[in-house]
């Protein structure tokens, strides 16, 4: 069985997800580092994509250790099979549908809790699969924070403002990384570490424009015409170059996604 993912497969977005992950990557490691992660454990990494967090930790668990990427799509683990280590192995399937025989050391999720109907399911199911002493940790990204260009830059804001109405139309947890609190505490899971970091850039800020722009293509029927729920017609090379002269013009520093993680050890 395969499930679809709002933002889909394309070779584009597969670029994208990668750029995003070599951007968030050290986040996620300090996450996976503070969940004590070590050689010799075993990881189960939930909705893995093309498997850049799988990736993370088989290196950080080693030849005796283990990764299991579970993922809905299975083009996608298709396309994670192409770089795939030997002590990593994906399974296909919706994750509250598939039965797993063994618990792990560590549980994670990037970019996944976003996109939950069943949300406190599946966190007692991710919190279930955990060995006693182990951890649970997810990485999300933030959808519902305003951003910020200071001083501003109107074609940022706009531009971030019709990222968010996008991103909230197909992420029903699109607030998560405000709610960590609540909803583990209302799947009686402790109050987790939290950790929240605002990439920020000035001068032309190449990797943030690119990251907004390929995001927001990844949104859009057709990335060559992109309409604006404000009437703004543009198409990804015109936005990148007119963000970047803006920004830079103005002496700008530009905010993006919020990027927070949540982890916890369970009893
Ligand atoms: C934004 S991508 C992130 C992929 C990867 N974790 C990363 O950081 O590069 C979210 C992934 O979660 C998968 N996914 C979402 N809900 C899922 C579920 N219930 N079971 C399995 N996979 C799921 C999607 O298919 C998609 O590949």
């Known amino acids: ?17 990668h750029f995003q992950s070599s951007i968030i990557e050290p986040i996620t490691i300090r996450m996976l580092r503070s969940c004590g992660i070590s050689r010799g454990q075993n990881v189960l990494d939930i909705g893995s994509g093309t498997g850049c967090v799988s990736r993370l930790a088989s290196i950080m668990v080693g030849s005796t250790g283990s990764v299991t990427g579970i993922e809905q799509s299975c083009s996608a683990i298709n396309i994670a099979n192409r770089d795939k280590k030997d002590n990593i192995s994906y399974i296909c399937g919706k994750f509250e549908e598939v039965a797993f025989n063994k618990k792990f050391d560590v549980v994670v999720g990037r970019a996944v809790l976003l996109f939950q109907d ?32 200071y001083p ?9 403002a ?28 402790s109050i987790p570490n939290i950790t929240y970091e605002i990439p920020v850039a000035g001068g032309r800020a190449e990797k943030l424009c690119f990251w907004a722009v390929e995001t927001l293509c990844s949104l859009s029927e057709n990335p060559e015409s992109i309409l604006f729920s404000d009437g703004f017609k543009t198409n990804s090379k ?7 002269n803006e920004i830079y013009k103005n002496k700008s520093q530009v905010e993006f996604l919020g990027q927070s993680c949540a982890w916890v050890k369970i009893k």
């Open 1 to 17: 069985m395969s499930s679809k993912y709002a933002l889909g497969y394309s070779e584009r977005e597969i670029k994208r997800l």
């Open 118 to 149: 069943k949300i406190h399911l599946f966190l007692e199911k991710a919190a279930n699969l955990v060995k006693p002493g182990g951890y649970l940790a997810f990485h999300e990204i933030d959808d519902s924070r305003q951003f910020h260009s």
């Open 152 to 160: 501003p830059v109107g074609l940022w804001d706009r531009t971030m």
């Open 162 to 189: 019709e990222l968010l109405i996008r991103l909230k139309k197909v992420c029903p947890q699109y607030d998560i990384s405000r709610r960590f609190v609540k909803v583990f505490d209302e799947v009686g899971i």
């Open 238 to 244: 015109s936005l990148l170059y007119s963000l970047q």
